[in-house]
Protein backbone atom coordinates (compact mmCIF):
# COMPACT_ATOMS: atom_id res chain seq x y z
CA UNK A 1 0.00 0.00 0.00
CA UNK A 2 1.41 3.19 -1.19
CA UNK A 3 1.55 6.58 1.38
CA UNK A 4 -0.39 8.44 -0.43
CA UNK A 5 -3.06 6.03 0.25
CA UNK A 6 -2.42 5.49 3.87
CA UNK A 7 -2.69 9.21 4.33
CA UNK A 8 -5.86 9.36 2.88
CA UNK A 9 -7.35 6.67 4.69
CA UNK A 10 -6.23 8.21 7.92
CA UNK A 11 -7.22 11.30 6.95
CA UNK A 12 -10.69 10.11 6.53
CA UNK A 13 -10.71 8.29 9.52
CA UNK A 14 -9.70 11.40 11.58
CA UNK A 15 -12.67 13.36 10.06
CA UNK A 16 -15.16 10.76 10.78
CA UNK A 17 -13.72 10.80 14.86
CA UNK A 18 -14.03 14.51 14.71
CA UNK A 19 -17.70 14.16 13.39
CA UNK A 20 -18.33 11.44 16.07
CA UNK A 21 -16.27 14.02 18.73
CA UNK A 22 -18.21 17.07 17.76
CA UNK A 23 -21.73 15.03 18.23
CA UNK A 24 -21.20 13.94 21.27
CA UNK A 25 -20.47 17.29 22.59
CA UNK A 26 -23.86 18.55 21.32
CA UNK A 27 -25.62 15.79 23.00
CA UNK A 28 -23.80 15.63 25.92
CA UNK A 29 -22.56 19.06 27.15
CA UNK A 30 -26.96 19.88 27.34
CA UNK A 31 -27.93 16.89 29.48
CA UNK A 32 -24.80 17.06 31.68
CA UNK A 33 -26.02 20.82 32.25
CA UNK A 34 -29.26 19.75 32.66
CA UNK A 35 -28.16 17.07 35.31
CA UNK A 36 -26.05 19.45 37.04
CA UNK A 37 -28.71 22.21 37.49
CA UNK A 38 -31.29 19.61 38.72
CA UNK A 39 -28.94 18.17 41.61
CA UNK A 40 -28.54 21.60 42.56
CA UNK A 41 -32.08 22.57 42.44
CA UNK A 42 -33.89 23.47 45.45
CA UNK A 43 -37.05 21.81 44.74
CA UNK A 44 -36.19 18.34 46.90
CA UNK A 45 -37.90 16.33 44.46
CA UNK A 46 -35.75 17.08 41.47
CA UNK A 47 -32.84 16.97 42.98
CA UNK A 48 -33.47 13.64 44.40
CA UNK A 49 -34.26 12.34 41.00
CA UNK A 50 -31.13 13.37 39.54
CA UNK A 51 -29.10 11.96 42.41
CA UNK A 52 -30.75 8.95 41.80
CA UNK A 53 -30.17 9.05 38.07
CA UNK A 54 -26.62 9.89 38.98
CA UNK A 55 -26.02 7.33 41.21
CA UNK A 56 -27.99 4.64 38.56
CA UNK A 57 -25.28 6.31 35.79
CA UNK A 58 -22.43 5.82 38.03
CA UNK A 59 -23.35 2.21 39.37
CA UNK A 60 -23.94 0.51 36.25
CA UNK A 61 -21.20 -1.02 33.72
CA UNK A 62 -21.73 1.19 30.43
CA UNK A 63 -21.49 -2.00 28.27
CA UNK A 64 -24.93 -2.52 30.17
CA UNK A 65 -26.12 0.69 29.77
CA UNK A 66 -25.76 0.44 25.87
CA UNK A 67 -27.22 -2.56 25.56
CA UNK A 68 -30.46 -1.52 27.43
CA UNK A 69 -30.29 1.87 24.87
CA UNK A 70 -29.67 -0.80 21.79
CA UNK A 71 -32.32 -3.61 22.77
CA UNK A 72 -34.42 -1.89 25.44
CA UNK A 73 -36.71 -0.07 22.40
CA UNK A 74 -37.44 -3.56 21.04
CA UNK A 75 -38.86 -5.43 24.27
CA UNK A 76 -40.52 -2.18 25.52
CA UNK A 77 -42.60 -1.05 22.54
CA UNK A 78 -42.53 -4.83 21.11
CA UNK A 79 -40.77 -3.68 17.86
CA UNK A 80 -40.12 -6.04 15.65
CA UNK A 81 -37.67 -6.14 12.12
CA UNK A 82 -38.63 -7.93 9.22
CA UNK A 83 -37.02 -11.48 8.35
CA UNK A 84 -34.67 -11.50 5.54
Known amino acids: ?5 MI ?3 T ?3 MESV ?4 LTLLFS ?3 GLFVAFGRMSKNWL ?4 MRI ?7 TPLI ?9 PFYIFNITLPKG
Open 1 to 5: MEWSV
Open 8 to 10: LKL
Open 19 to 22: KIFT
Open 64 to 72: LQLMVIYFG
Open 53 to 59: YISIMRG
Open 29 to 31: LPL
Open 46 to 49: IRNF
Open 12 to 14: EGL
